[in-house]
């Protein structure tokens, strides 16, 4: 399942629609599906297109500051901060969300919950030892967490999975309520996911790509390499989000 849902948008997403029809275009010989793969190749790699449709994503939730933090019990960190395992004794290997971590030690430090919870992400093709948690968990007992204030989940490999690994971890911790922190296009479908396997959750979105005070300018119509980055990411999120809502899975 995880490689069907990780495979299949590709068939929906703005790469896989043009070389869909550039094929189509070579095996009929017409000009028509060029044009049209280039009118999405182009929107789709303009900075006002992905800027908008992340933007979108991140409207749901917007930023909040950690002192307007409600307490709760636990703060959950959900995974995809790591890359690449590196060998030890080496910096870790962040990915763009490391924004995810840096705020769950943040809150738990500011007294915002009792405990630090990281999710055991383990990607079988990543040849990773241990699960991403575990190595979050030494990372947060580098920063000064306690090592009694942080808590591992089982094995996870994707959103759905660790809204049902929290769940089971809170009747036994005696927990009622979570601070949920994730990147901010993530939040509308961890949200939903968490609100539907019982989480009660306190919202806190990271790592923002958009800036909608920002102005539009000309550079906003420039193809550029990050922008259909942002406008595949957007357009992932939305049809997971919408598998989960219409097949209620």
């Not at 919950?113 to 093709?125: E, S």
């Not at 968990?137 to 942080?150: N, S, Y």
């Not at 929290?166 to 994730?182: D, F, K, N, S, Y």
């Not at 806190?204 to 906003?220: H, L």
Request: charged share 20%.
């Amino acid at each position: 399942m995880l490689l069907f849902h990780k495979i299949l948008p590709l068939f929906f997403l703005p790469v896989g629609i043009v070389l869909l029809l550039l094929l189509f275009a070579w095996w009929t010989q017409r000009r028509w599906p060029v044009g049209v793969a280039l009118i999405i190749l182009y929107a789709g790699s303009t900075p006002y297109v992905g800027q908008r449709l992340i933007g979108w994503l991140e409207s749901r939730y917007p930023a909040i500051a950690v002192v307007d933090v409600e307490s709760a019990d636990a703060v959950v960190v959900l995974g995809g901060m790591l890359g690449a395992p590196v060998a030890l004794g080496f910096t870790p290997n962040w990915t763009e969300t490391v924004e995810r971590f840096e705020a769950g030690v943040a809150l738990v430090q500011s007294g915002k919950a009792r405990r630090l919870v990281f999710t055991g992400a383990r990607i079988k093709w990543q040849g990773r030892a241990t699960t991403e948690g575990e190595e979050l968990r030494q990372l947060a007992l580098a920063r000064g967490v306690a090592a009694e204030k942080i808590l591992v989940t089982r094995d996870i490999d994707n959103t759905a999975t660790e809204a049902i690994a929290v769940a089971e971890l809170m009747p036994p911790q005696g927990w009622r309520r979570i601070i949920l922190v994730t990147t901010g296009w993530h939040m509308p479908r961890a949200a939903h996911l968490f609100a539907r396997a019982g989480v009660d959750c306190l919202i806190f979105p990271v790592d923002f790509r958009s800036d909608r005070n920002r102005p539009v300018t000309a550079f906003d119509f420039i193809p550029k390499a990050e922008a259909w980055q942002l406008t595949e990411t957007a357009l992932r999120e939305c049809y997971g989000y919408a598998f989960y809502v219409v097949t209620g899975r």
